[in-house]
């Protein structure tokens, strides 16, 4: 069956660090890869999307990569800060993997940015 | 321009009871979706509308589950004979339409079946 993990376990980086993020999956072929950010009480925001076809999008302090053979996605914030503070979700077109018309979501990666 | 609406933003009720939560989507957004948000997990779709009708419901757990669309802008979500199971935070997105993959999400309605 389908499957996307995130690491679920908080990750703790500190301040003007470069924190990394990592989304892998099995059994799909997604034609793209969303990534949310979510914070408490709120419902996820979209940052970025990165098609099969793009390795790497950029967008200001964001980058993800996408390796399709490897079947993951790295999501990276460079020189973070505590505002970055976070759960962050991957997110998966269902019908990439058989399924639904709405978005497969893994179930985020808790980032705290450390002072 | 205003975003996507959810009320109630909490509900609390009983077990057996009836529920209806509702979402209004950004204004010319043809795409509605519905999710599902337990505690620690990602939100797990349950419907999706193209307009007025029901494109894909797959992801409703079993009928109590029920969602309408009438005039193709304001969605609910109607539960019937809540049970404890269904207590999470409910998510409505809107999308431009469909093949637009960018989900504007609500805050979500949190629901408390005791």
């Known amino acids: 069956s389908q499957k996307i993990e995130q690491n679920s376990e908080a990750l703790n980086i500190q301040e003007g660090k470069t924190a990394t993020l990592t989304c892998n999956y099995t059994?799909?072929?997604?034609?793209?890869l969303q990534w949310y950010r979510q914070d408490p009480g709120r419902g996820p925001v979209f940052l970025l999307l990165?098609?099969?076809?793009?390795k790497e999008k950029r967008k200001e302090r964001l980058k993800v990569t996408f390796d399709t053979t490897l079947k993951q996605s790295l999501f990276h914030i460079t020189a973070s800060q505590p505002a970055d503070s976070a759960t962050y979700l991957c997110?998966?077109?269902?019908?990439?993997?058989?399924?639904?018309?709405?978005?497969?979501f893994g179930k985020g990666t808790h980032l705290i940015i450390q002072p | 321009g205003a975003g996507v609406s959810q009320t109630p933003s909490n509900k609390v009720t009983e077990k057996g009871k009836y529920v209806e939560l509702r979402c209004d989507p950004i204004?010319?957004?043809?795409?509605l979706y519905w999710y599902r948000q337990s505690l620690g997990q990602g939100p797990e779709f349950l419907i999706y509308?193209?307009?007025?009708?029901?494109?894909?419901d797959s992801g409703l757990p079993n009928d109590r589950f029920f969602a309408v669309r009438p005039e193709g802008s304001v969605s609910t979500l109607k539960i019937q004979r809540t049970e404890r199971g269904d207590s999470a935070v409910y998510l409505c997105?809107?999308?431009?339409?469909?093949?637009?993959?960018?989900?504007?999400f609500g805050p979500g309605t949190r629901l408390l079946v005791l």
């Open positions: 997105a809107s999308s431009l339409g469909a093949g637009e993959e960018t989900q504007y």
């Open positions: 059994n799909y072929s997604p034609a793209y």
């Open positions: 990165i098609r099969e076809n793009e």
């Open positions: 997110a998966l077109d269902g019908r990439a993997g058989g399924g639904a018309d709405g978005l497969t």
């Open positions: 204004s010319g957004h043809t795409a």
């Open positions: 509308f193209q307009g007025t009708g029901a494109a894909d």
